[in-house]
């Protein structure tokens, strides 16, 4: 069963335009939820985080947003650049269970000149 | 990847021959996690250990068993190799809950076995 869900296994944006991923979860306590990004080779680096109190998370030109009652949040890349291609996982922890993460199958994002 | 160390980087076993995963973090943090990558399925939790001295089973952990041998490292072997098993590994650590989860990987370990 998965808990965490990223639909959408890649996509195609041009450099300059916004990219958006999303993410979608059914386990409701999952009150922590984060974005990492992965280059072949490497291991998954974090990028940016949000918890449950809050809908939005700035840093730059990466916002998440959360949607508790649709149990979805989603990461908007503004402007997208050629160097943020990767794919792009979704992870979410509960409160109480030593910060494990459970992630989502992750999306390739191509940002094409 | 800085912090965790994570060694070796690839590995060729037969199947039935035994291994251990060396992990080390140098970040002084309590948790550490053994996750495997698996095309099209994400990362998926072997083990953790919330402090040094204890550990827990994850989603995925039959074949596996974990050793955290002090605060910095946390080993996982394979006793009998399957090619099920064929998988890239990354280990990782975090800081304590109170203090934000954020989860630190290392490079990864890519093992197949035959």
């Known amino acids: 069963d998965q808990q965490v869900k990223q639909n959408s296994p890649s996509l195609s944006v041009q450099e300059g335009r916004i990219s958006i991923l999303n993410c979608d979860y059914t386990?409701?306590?999952?009150?922590?939820f984060l974005w990492y990004k992965k280059y072949p080779a490497e291991g998954p680096t974090f990028l940016i985080s949000i918890s449950s109190i809050k809908d939005k998370n700035e840093d730059g030109r990466f916002t998440v947003f959360l949607n508790k009652s649709a149990k979805h949040l989603s990461l908007h890349i503004v402007p997208s650049q050629p160097g943020d291609s990767a794919v792009y996982f979704c992870?979410?922890?509960?409160?109480?269970?030593?910060?494990?993460?459970?992630f989502g199958t992750g999306t390739r994002l191509q940002v094409t000149l | 990847n800085a912090g965790v160390t994570q060694t070796p980087k690839f590995q060729v076993l037969k199947t039935g021959q035994s291994m251990t995963l060396q992990c080390a973090q140098d970040?002084?943090?309590?948790?550490m996690y053994w996750y495997r990558q698996d095309p099209g399925m994400g990362l998926r939790l072997i083990y953790y250990s919330a402090s040094e001295g204890t550990t827990d089973k994850g989603e995925v952990p039959n074949g596996y068993n974990v050793s955290r041998l002090n605060k910095r490292e946390f080993s996982l072997r394979l006793e009998s190799a399957a090619p099920s098993q064929t998988s890239v590994y990354f280990c990782a650590m975090s800081r304590d809950r109170g203090q934000g989860t954020e989860a630190f990987f290392g490079q990864g370990t890519r093992l197949t076995v035959v």
């Open positions: 992870a979410a922890s509960a409160y109480g269970t030593a910060s494990k993460l459970t």
């Open positions: 386990n409701s306590m999952f009150d922590y």
């Open positions: 970040m002084n943090h309590n948790s």
